[in-house]
């Protein structure tokens, strides 16, 4: 009954190759986001959807793309990897619409690792 | 634009002893505060909110937080530290409606016997 689930937990992978992470969530929640954590575990947001629509997107580059096929799904495609792609990649989600104050819930995230 | 500050990189506490982490937040409008927790290798777990209402709010494992406006900071404190409380605590300013969390650096917490 995980609220908020990523797969792979682990991805090794060469520079140039293309990956995606793929993330879900059972809590019925209207947005979902992916963040990144670098080295230092420094955690920024990358994207935000809700029910399916872009909204927020920060600097980054176009190799990666996120696809929201429903609204309980958010995944995460980068094409070209590159060394500096090496992160922990966390999906999260929150009810806004309706709710409260945004509290979000965190998958356990992605290791990504590029040789 | 929005910004935490969390001035410790590191803290060692002894099990059994008083621990407070600082918060200092930078924000326009109405904060909305967050104290998350991360064991290693694990994703975020959150400890405690802060929407409105009280200043003093509880949260999960014996966790506390004390928003106070006029310093601009939501320290969370904790009476006694077990050494399970061993993770890096982050503290996360956002908003209400279409709005993503900005962290800071995160605090690394050491439990010493």
């Known amino acids: 009954d995980t609220a908020v689930s990523q797969t792979p937990k682990y991805l090794v992978t060469q520079m140039g190759n293309d990956k995606s992470i793929k993330c879900e969530q059972n809590?019925?929640?209207?947005?979902m986001y992916w963040y990144k954590q670098d080295s230092k575990k420094f955690l920024k947001i990358m994207f935000s959807y809700n029910n399916k629509e872009l909204i927020i997107n920060e600097t980054v580059p176009n190799r990666f793309s996120p696809k929201s096929p429903d609204k309980a799904h958010l995944n995460l495609h980068i094409n070209s990897l590159e060394l500096g792609d090496s992160a922990v990649y966390f999906c999260?989600?929150?009810?806004?619409?309706?709710?409260?104050?945004?509290?979000?819930?965190f998958g356990p995230g992605t290791r990504l690792t590029v040789l | 634009a929005q910004s935490v500050t969390q001035p410790d990189i590191h803290i060692t506490v002894s099990e059994g002893a008083s621990l407070e982490l600082r918060c200092n937040y930078s924000?326009?409008?109405?904060?909305?505060l967050f104290w998350y927790v991360q064991s290693p290798g694990q994703g975020l777990q959150l400890l405690l909110k802060?929407?409105?209402?009280?200043?003093l709010v509880q949260g999960i494992k014996g966790f506390e937080a004390e928003f106070k406006r006029s310093q601009s900071s939501f320290n969370l404190r904790k009476p006694s530290v077990h050494w399970s409380d061993a993770a890096e605590y982050f503290c996360a300013v956002g908003a209400r409606g279409y709005s993503t969390l900005t962290f800071g650096k995160g605090t690394m917490l050491l439990v010493s016997p």
């Open positions: 924000y326009g409008a109405t904060p909305y």
């Open positions: 802060y929407f409105s209402g009280d200043t």
């Open positions: 809590l019925g929640h209207d947005t």
């Open positions: 999260a989600s929150s009810q806004v619409s309706g709710g409260v104050g945004n509290e979000q819930f």
